[in-house]
C-alpha cells in the first residue's frame, strides 16, 4: 500500500505560477505510474497529466499543454507538477493518484490517492 502527500497548493494571481509535490510513504515507488487530477464542486474529476514509472512517457490534458509539467524523481519517490502561466479556470482541488502498472488516464484507473490540495487563482 502506497500513502501520498500533497504540498504545494495556495492562492496565486493570474500568471503566476505553483509547483505541486507529491510524496510517497513506501518504497519502492519506480514500480508505480502517476497521475495528477482536478476536481471543482459539481464537476467530474478530471485528469491534468500522467506520467509513466520510468519518466519516459508522459500526458497533458489539452488546456494544460505548454503550462504544466510533470515530472518524478524514483529516488526521492516524489512526483511534481509544476503550473505556469495560472489561469482562473485552473482553479480547483489537485489531487495525486498512482497505480501499479502502466500509465492510465481516468480517474478509475488508479487506486492510490492523495488527499487533495486546493490551488485558486484569482483574475
Known amino acids: 500500500q502506497v500513502r501520498l502527500v500533497e504540498s504545494g497548493g495556495g492562492l496565486v494571481q493570474a500568471g503566476g505560477s505553483l509547483r505541486l509535490s507529491c510524496a510517497a510513504s513506501r518504497r519502492p515507488f519506480s514500480s508505480y505510474a502517476m497521475g495528477w487530477f482536478r476536481q471543482t464542486p459539481g464537476k467530474e474529476r478530471e485528469v491534468v497529466a500522467a506520467i509513466s514509472w520510468s519518466g519516459s512517457d508522459t500526458y497533458y490534458a489539452d488546456s494544460m499543454k505548454g503550462r504544466f509539467t510533470i515530472s518524478r524523481d524514483n529516488v526521492k519517490n516524489t512526483v511534481f507538477l509544476q503550473m505556469n502561466s495560472l489561469k482562473p479556470e485552473d482553479t480547483a482541488v489537485y489531487y495525486c493518484?498512482?497505480?501499479?502498472?502502466?500509465?492510465?488516464?481516468?480517474?478509475?484507473?488508479?487506486?492510490?490517492w492523495g488527499q487533495g490540495t486546493q490551488v485558486s487563482v484569482s483574475s
Open positions: 493518484a498512482a497505480r501499479l502498472g502502466r500509465l492510465g488516464l481516468t480517474s478509475n484507473d488508479y487506486n492510490y
